[in-house]
Antibody
């Protein structure tokens, strides 16, 4: 059974870099069928896609966050990671990792981690 | 950039009745539209992809329709576990990216 689990600090200071890791179990992150992504949700608000990565390292990012985002993959650990630099209070959110499936021709996020709340505060 | 607009923001419906949620795209997205359900404290769950296809394990009480710019999620005979927030999502082929609607909260009347 596929599971995704986010991990990382729950509190980050303004201007610093937010770092999260998603550990995938029950499936190989190196599968050619899937991309892996990060989505966030500020408290009480909607969902915002941050970016996605393929096991080969190919990435694409939300243009609104691109200058601050780096997503990487470690296939040996079956993990992928998010770094968001120069954070402000506006980056406070629940951060989700998810698997992107397009096997039916329509890219969707079919499996999600439980999410982790990251608060930006001094 | 394609903007996804959901309506209404909040929908109050009695258990056993039908709920109809709308999602409008600022330009045509063909059938590239998905719906997700999110309950408090939980991650979103994929319900519908390709505008009208139910994801694995989704009951037949959920149905999606529409194409182009107008889409509908219908939940027939609402059960207590169906009261949640629903998001629509579009995938853009180029530049690649995902856009979510702002959500509709389905609450018990």
């Amino acid at each position: 059974q596929l599971q995704l689990q986010e991990s990382g600090p729950g509190l980050v200071k303004p201007s610093e870099t937010l770092s999260l890791t998603c550990t995938v179990s029950g499936a190989s992150i190196s599968s050619s069928s899937y991309y892996w992504g990060w989505i966030r949700q500020p408290p009480g608000k909607g969902l915002e896609w941050i970016g996605s990565i393929y096991y080969s390292g190919t990435t694409y990012y939300n243009p609104s966050l691109k200058s601050r985002v780096t997503i990487s993959v470690d296939t040996s650990k079956n993990q992928f990671s998010l770094k968001l630099s120069s954070v402000t209070a506006a980056d406070t959110a629940v951060y989700y990792c998810a698997r992107r499936d397009s096997s039916e021709g329509y890219p969707t996020f079919d499996h999600w981690g439980q999410g982790t709340l990251v608060t930006v505060s001094s | 950039e394609i903007v996804m607009t959901q309506s209404p923001a909040t929908l109050s419906v009695s258990p056993g009745e039908r709920a109809t949620l709308s999602c409008r795209a600022s330009q045509s997205v063909s059938f590239n539209l998905a719906w997700y359900q999110q309950k408090p404290g939980q991650a979103p769950r994929l319900l519908i992809y390709g505008a009208s296809n139910r994801a694995t394990g989704v009951p037949a009480t959920f149905s999606g329709s529409g194409s182009g710019t107008e889409f509908t999620l219908t939940i027939s005979s609402l059960q207590s576990e169906d009261f949640a927030v629903y998001f629509c999502q579009h995938y853009n082929n180029w530049p690649p990216g995902y856009t979510f609607g702002q959500g509709t909260k389905l609450e018990i009347k």
